[in-house]
């Protein structure tokens, strides 16, 4: 069976850091690529980063570009998101995803003094 | 950016009706590889998103028949044939050709009467 699990969550003051942990299993990690997709509170979905399946492309939206980092173990069956600067509109639940398809069930984030 | 517009925005149905749900984006979603990189995905109350149609009209795996997409170009649909209790929640189209920034319409929540 396939599963994501996100972790790492939780409250950080405005310019705080935080790594999201994805930790996969029930399938092969190392051949898909991956995702982070959050979603405000009570807002919709948006796309926020993907890495292919080696690790050796990334990309990331505007609004975190230069303050996010996307990155993989494929040994360890991880995905991470390393998120620096944050700001109060970074504040959602953080969902990994395998190739858009299968997700994870999130992790909140809230950035709040 | 590439911008994708749901319509309508919510809906009410009895269950046993039909239900449908309009997608429209800025852009073509057809690929010169022949596909067209449009989605459809359910987030139930509480839940993380689930993919119900990749690439217009293929269902995924373990999504009941009464789900079916259509469409091409910029204009789609997602159709419910028999709206069940189960089905309560909110729908988001997703483009995944204008990368690589991948694009969601803004929902369209769906309860039942």
């Known amino acids: 069976e396939v599963q994501l699990v996100e972790s790492g969550g939780g409250l950080v003051q405005p310019g705080g850091s935080l790594r999201l942990s994805c930790a996969a299993s029930g399938f092969t990690f190392s051949s898909y690529w991956m995702h982070w997709v959050r979603q405000a509170p009570g807002k919709g979905l948006v796309w926020v980063s993907r890495i292919n399946s080696d690790g050796s492309s990334t990309s990331y939206a505007d609004s975190v570009k230069g303050r996010f980092t996307i990155s993989r173990d494929n040994a360890k069956n991880t995905l991470y998101l390393q998120m620096n600067s944050l700001r109060a509109e970074d504040t959602a639940v953080y969902y990994c995803a395998r190739a858009m398809r299968r997700w994870g069930q999130g992790t909140l984030v809230t950035v709040s003094s | 950016d590439i911008v994708m517009t749901q319509t309508p925005l919510s809906l009410s149905v009895t269950p046993g009706q039909p239900a449908s749900i309009s997608c429209k984006s800025s852009?073509?979603?057809?690929?010169?590889?022949?596909?067209?990189?449009l989605y459809w995905y359910l987030q139930k109350p509480g839940q993380s998103p689930q993919l119900l149609i990749y690439e217009v009209s293929s269902r995924f795996s373990g999504v009941p028949d009464r789900f079916s997409g259509s469409g091409s170009g910029t204009d789609f649909t997602l159709k419910i044939s028999r709206v069940e209790a189960e089905d309560v929640g909110v729908y988001y189209c997703?483009?995944?050709?204008?990368?690589?920034?991948?694009?969601f319409g803004q929902g369209t929540k769906l309860e039942i009467k």
């Open positions: 852009q073509s979603l057809l690929h010169s590889d022949g596909k067209t990189y």
């Open positions: 997703m483009q995944g050709i204008h990368l690589p920034l991948y694009t």
